[in-house]
């Protein structure tokens, strides 16, 4: 049982490149999340889905995109990366309310 | 807006001593509460979660959390602390709309990291 996985574990961007971070879970959860973590900021809500074809905006939702076209994959976009978007990625996945699975997490740095 | 606090950036305690983890949450409706914990280099892994019913709710690996209303607490507490606890612990808010269901949307406070001494 795999639950929420995420790739890369590790990235150095330079500031204009452009990438995607995956996210698959195999738990057929409905609700899916992706979370930017901070020292000392706790984890702040980039975008969410509710279902394949449904996505929303969370607290921090600029300078990122996402798409769900399954119930099982939720990647996150990066365009045109920016310093501040340097940051530990999460993923999470539940059935009906609140992140009950994470992932393992993506460590980006923006050069 | 909803906000979580907690008070207590670092906690040190001896092995064996008991721990109460402080977690204040700030909203007009219903709240839904979790805790996870977040060893190093790892995701958050939920320890537990109150949503209605029976205030005080038991987790995993020992701890348990009781959720009071009047003071808009939801403290986490274990009797006895393994060395093995050691790690960083985050309270989370969340809410359930008019429909009773809820997007998942939900409020992290900072963390408190949990040091434990032999």
């Known amino acids: 049982n795999a639950g929420v996985t995420q790739t890369p574990k590790f990235r150095i961007l330079k500031i204009g490149q452009s990438m995607t971070l995956q996210c698959t879970q195999d738990?057929?959860?409905?609700?899916m999340y992706w979370y930017r973590q901070d020292p000392g900021m706790g984890l702040k809500l980039i975008y969410y889905?509710?279902?394949?074809?449904?996505?929303d905006k969370g607290e921090v939702p600029n300078g990122y995109n996402v798409s769900r076209s399954t119930t099982e994959d939720f990647p996150l976009r990066l365009e045109l990366a920016a310093p501040s978007q340097t940051s530990v990625y999460f993923c999470?996945?539940?059935?009906?309310?609140?992140?009950?699975?994470f992932g393992s997490g993506t460590r980006l740095t923006v050069v | 807006a909803q906000s979580v606090t907690q008070p207590d950036i670092h906690i040190t305690v001896s092995e064996g001593a008991s721990l109460e983890l402080r977690c204040n949450y700030s909203?007009?409706?219903?709240?839904?509460l979790f805790w996870y914990v977040q060893s190093p280099g790892q995701g958050l892994q939920l320890l537990l979660k109150?949503?209605?019913?029976?205030?005080l709710v038991q987790g995993i690996k020992g701890f348990e959390a009781e959720f009071k209303r009047s003071q808009s607490s939801f403290n986490l507490r274990k009797p006895s602390v393994h060395w093995s606890d050691a790690a960083e612990y985050f309270c989370?808010?969340?809410?359930?709309?008019?429909?009773?269901?809820?997007?998942?949307?939900?409020?992290f406070g900072q963390g408190t990291i949990l040091t434990v001494h032999p």
């Open positions: 889905s509710v279902g394949a074809g449904i996505t």
């Open positions: 109150y949503f209605s019913g029976d205030t």
């Open positions: 909203y007009g409706a219903t709240p839904y």
């Open positions: 989370a808010v969340g809410y359930l709309n008019a429909g009773g269901t809820s997007y998942g949307k939900l409020t």
């Open positions: 999470a996945s539940s059935y009906l309310t609140g992140g009950d699975t």
């Open positions: 738990m057929n959860h409905n609700y």
